[in-house]
């Protein structure tokens, strides 16, 4: 079936570090694919997404692109900041709308 | 806009009460509504898909006569954990997305369950 995987947390980074998250997926079909991110105490956000093989999503200063040679849609930042700290999950959509998320990636960015 | 609220937060019970959850979209109608459990440190797993005024569909290993879902009108969805037993105790979290299949959803904030 369906499935996201994402690469393991904790990252822990200095402020104004590059940030690269990897997410690789397993779909049938042409599912679009999302990044969404969960503050501390907070509920799910949609940060981006991106619905074709090559589009990029982009929001934040957060990019993801579509790759569909490679089954990914790994999330980048160029320089992070201490308020970027939270999980990061990546997601695909199947068929009626459901969404499969990977297992998260908590980030953790330091002064 | 696109705001989702659940009531309550975070509730506690004794092992053997039901506890209903609410999930409410504040400015939009929702044709679909999700239901979702997190364990600690863990990913997001689907439990059950309900479309407004019909019965919902749960994911294979979801019990649904433990966890009854009601989603009587477009803005309001409730899950109800029918006696409840400390391996429930979980994050339980909702979304509601515009229309039926539409791929973006908007989250809750989610209920903290703790059972006793």
């Known amino acids: 079936g369906d499935s996201v995987t994402q690469m393991e947390g904790p990252v822990t980074l200095s402020e104004e570090a590059f940030l690269t998250i990897n997410c690789t997926y397993t779909a049938t079909g042409y599912p679009s694919l999302f990044w969404y991110v969960q503050y501390p105490g907070e509920g799910l956000q949609l940060l981006l997404k991106?619905?074709?093989?090559?589009d990029k999503g982009s929001n934040k200063g957060f990019e993801a692109t579509y790759r569909k040679e490679t089954t990914s849609f790994h999330l980048e930042k160029g320089s992070v900041q201490v308020s970027d700290s939270a999980v990061y999950f990546c997601a695909l959509s199947q068929e009626g709308g459901k969404l499969i998320f990977g297992q998260g990636t908590e980030l953790s960015v330091k002064p | 806009g696109a705001v989702v609220s659940q009531h309550p937060s975070r509730v506690i019970c004794k092992s053997g009460t039901s506890v209903k959850i609410e999930c409410r979209s504040l400015?939009?109608?929702?044709?679909?509504m999700f239901w979702y459990r997190q364990f600690p440190k863990q990913s997001l797993m689907l439990m059950a898909t309900?479309?407004?005024?019909?019965?919902?569909?749960?994911e294979q290993g979801v019990e649904k006569d433990k966890f009854l879902i009601n989603h009587a009108s477009l803005t309001l969805s409730t899950l109800t954990v029918t006696s409840a037993h400390p391996e429930d105790s979980s994050f339980y979290i909702c979304?509601?997305?515009?229309?039926?299949?539409?791929?973006?959803?908007?989250f809750g904030p989610g209920t903290r369950l703790t059972v006793l």
């Open positions: 991106a619905t074709k093989a090559d």
């Open positions: 400015d939009f109608q929702a044709t679909t």
């Open positions: 979304s509601a997305s515009l229309r039926e299949g539409a791929d973006t959803q908007y």
């Open positions: 309900s479309n407004e005024g019909s019965k919902a569909t749960y």
